[in-house]
């Protein structure tokens, strides 16, 4: 959909506001809205000004004038508000007309520029499973008084022993794949999502519940090009939320939102492409993958403890990379392996089909940055033909935790920590600078903004001490 299409279904929809959005440094979608009789040729040309200075990782007050720019092609009409509203997908540009550099979706352009400019291949398709949880109630508070959460599910293994109630069927501990209803409570909401999520543009392939208790879900979409798929995990995103909130319910994508239980990922799926013809596709090699996309893997598993701090950048996404719940620390590959960090899909694939999945990263990472890195990372394997079989990246074709002690000692894994990814990043990012995709400026603001973080999550007060340490 182009500039003039989108003006004339404005028209021909009876439009009544258009809503701009775009994307701050972590990842979480703004908007502003203007009515549809005030937008025209002119706004898509000029875009729409609004103060940079108020959206996290952007620029100081002194400097706060910037440019949303739209892009026609994101059209989508919203479902969740009652007066008809178009919304439109923005890159972000400095006064002048030039793309601001830390704006996401503006580096997400970058990279696939940049992938056409090295001649390797014209297109990169991704494709992430986004995994979340719908909770019936969720509280949390850290202050001087005191520090807790506490969330609730109608599904959830501990409410079995609630008096006046029947509270047979629920989810046990780990026991959340696949089960029917009325087990599965989560169906029709599920469906709803669904169904939204192809009128608004996305092709959806399925949905499940999903191993944890407690209302963890999954619903997965057909795969794009790079940043178009990016726009399909903040609309997705958008989307669960909203239905949920519409039932009563809150949906969270965080990591590891339940101790102990599975915790929730998202799992990339990724390919090249010159042009129709698939670029990871050779019958009769290891799993069937070519050369080149042996060299994509080793590319990614090299840069991982860098790749992982913009593919996994919360302090809660370490709580959900330990051993023992499917958790991908494991900087392998493998086919049909799930304990790795990269799986070669082998069920009912064609050569068009033909793909990694990188298993470590999770929904706290911001879209554009992980793909254009992840992208990166591959690219710079191919050039520097870093076979992940001769730096010790296996493949490993057993499960992993069943490994001798002396075994495991061989395999590499991903940082224990968000401070160890950082620290991995600012000693390796110089592939992400290729091309002028990332700059410094970005990644230097990206590690300060993350280590602020972790600052406040290391100075508050855990529950958990007061168990360990209050009565010493």
Known sequence: MDMKAVLSLIESENIEYVDFRIVDLPGRQHH????????????FLNGVAFDGSSLTGYKGIEESDMVAMPDPASAFIDPFVEAKTLNIVCNICNPDGTPYERDPRGIALKAEAYLKQTGLATDAYFGPESEFFLFDSVRYASGPSGS?????????????GK???NLGYKVRNKGGYFPVQPTDTQMD??????????????????HHHEVATAGQGEINFRFD???????????????VRNVAAKHGKTATFMPKPIVGDNGSGMHVHQSLFDGERPLFYEKGGYANLSQMALYYIGGILYHA????????????????????YEAPVNLVFSKGNRSAAIRIPVAAVTPKAARIEFRTPDSTANPYLAFAAMLMAGLDGIKRRLDPRELGYGPVDRNIYDLSDAEKQEIKSAPGSLEEA???????HDFLLEGGVFTRDVIESWIALKRGEIQQVERTVNPKEYELYYDL
């Open 32 to 43: 502003v809205t203007i009515p549809a009789y005030a937008v025209d040729e002119g706004t």
């Open 225 to 239: 090009t790079l940043t178009r798929t990016a726009d399909n995990l903040l609309l997705f995103k958008y989307i």
């Open 163 to 165: 008096e006046g109630q």
């Open 422 to 428: 950082l620290n991995a990043l600012e000693r390796d």
């Open 305 to 324: 403890p860098a790749l992982i701090a913009l593919t996994n950048p919360s302090t809660n996404s370490f709580k959900r990379l330990v051993p023992g």
């Open 189 to 206: 909401i599920r469906n709803e999502m669904c169904t939204l999520m192809t009128q608004a543009g996305l092709k959806v392939e399925r």
């Open 148 to 160: 807790f959460f506490h969330i609730d599910s109608e599904e959830a293994f501990w409410n079995t």
